[in-house]
């Protein structure tokens, strides 16, 4: 059999990892049992952002000149995942997987990364049986949370909890404020989560247009930050639908509300701000941990769209600080 070389990922991969991944997943899901589903096909765009996060941690597995496989890599800070990860099926159970997993976890590992892990489908056994064999633990569900704005159909946040509450949007920011608040994003993620720092993530995000980053304050005092995107992923999708990929908050002062109401505060206006803005989806996506957060969309009318497991090394568990929120997407 021809060798399988194993290097870091380049830009120039892009359209043999669209392709492997399509082609990989569609296999997946007929595996799974669901024998008509298409894989939307992803934006340019996305798939630049993809590349572009940790192309140091990517890796990708070519047989003869030719791509077979890779595992993405994203890091934050001290916190970092893998994925998606795919081989084509032609060449799956011959250990390409495996070792393409293990060079990005040798390299994340050595370079100072101290919680690391995947998000993968809940009913690939496949997935859950190659994760468990590399020797990682399942953390915990996470959820889509999706609404429509088209029905007036929410609770609203009690007046007094709003008007004691702003946001701020990055994009809007002089070039000073930005680098200013990209400061406060180090400052919370730390204090979410030690050595957790999103600023990479919030740069990317700006960089690539396909989103921004918005800070939430209670009575001026920086409370947490929102990553969204608002750009469609696949070039299938009708534009207008909202990512609430990442959304921390802090604990503040003993006389304020507890994290639970303010990201209530903090959602009545990001949702102010995504109808202003001309959208009509929001999509946030929540470890079910946060039972508050989860109930709280639930009365504001959204419903579980859909569902991931997350999955960590028994030596790289989440360890976030408690009394505060940390809803992250690890795909
Ligand atoms: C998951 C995937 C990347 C694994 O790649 P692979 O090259 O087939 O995996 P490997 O050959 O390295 O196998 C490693 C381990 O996975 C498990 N595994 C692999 N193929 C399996 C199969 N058909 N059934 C059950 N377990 C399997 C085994 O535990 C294996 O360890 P072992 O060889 O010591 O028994 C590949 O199957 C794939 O592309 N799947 C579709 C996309 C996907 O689901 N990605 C993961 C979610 S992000």
């Not at 001290?78 to 032609?90: D, Y």
Request: charged share 25%.
């Amino acid at each position: 059999m021809a060798r399988t070389h194993i290097r870091p990922i380049r830009e120039e991969d892009a359209d043999r990892v669209r392709r492997i991944l399509q082609v990989a997943f569609v296999d997946e899901y007929r595996r799974m049992g669901q024998k008509n589903s298409r894989i939307p096909t992803m934006t340019d765009r996305l798939l630049a952002f993809y590349l572009g996060r940790a192309p140091r941690y990517s890796f990708a597995a070519e047989r003869r000149g030719g791509l077979i496989g890779f595992c993405l890599a994203c890091r934050w800070g001290s916190t970092a995942w893998m994925g998606p990860v795919a081989v084509l099926p032609p060449a799956q159970g011959e250990g390409v997987g495996k070792r393409l997993v293990e060079a990005s976890t040798a390299e994340l590992r050595e370079n100072g990364v101290i919680t690391l892990g995947v998000e993968t489908m809940p009913r690939s056994y496949r997935s859950l049986q190659f994760y468990s064999s590399l020797g990682m633990n399942f953390a915990c569900l996470t959820l889509d949370m999706s609404r429509t704005f088209r029905r007036k159909n929410h609770v609203k946040a009690s007046t007094e909890l709003i008007d004691d509450m702003e946001i701020r949007t990055l994009g809007a920011m002089s070039r000073q404020e930005r680098v200013q608040a990209e400061g406060s994003v180090a400052e919370i993620s730390d204090a979410v989560s030690p050595g957790l720092d999103y600023r990479s993530e919030v740069k990317a995000t700006l960089h690539h247009g396909l989103g921004e980053t918005i800070l939430a304050y209670w009575k001026d005092r920086l409370a947490g930050f929102a990553v969204v995107h608002t750009e469609p992923y696949a070039k299938e999708e009708i534009p207008g639908t909202v990512r609430v990929n990442i959304l921390l908050l802090r604990s503040l002062e003993e006389e304020a509300p507890g994290v639970d109401r303010l990201f209530e505060g903090m959602i009545v206006l990001v949702e102010q701000w995504i109808g202003k803005e001309g959208y009509d989806a929001a999509i946030v996506r929540v470890p079910v941990r946060y039972v508050g957060v989860r109930d709280c969309l639930l009365r504001r009318g959204y419903s579980i769209s859909h569902s991931d497991v997350r999955m960590t090394y028994a030596d790289m568990a989440e360890a976030d600080r408690p009394g505060t929120v940390h809803l992250s997407k690890w795909e």
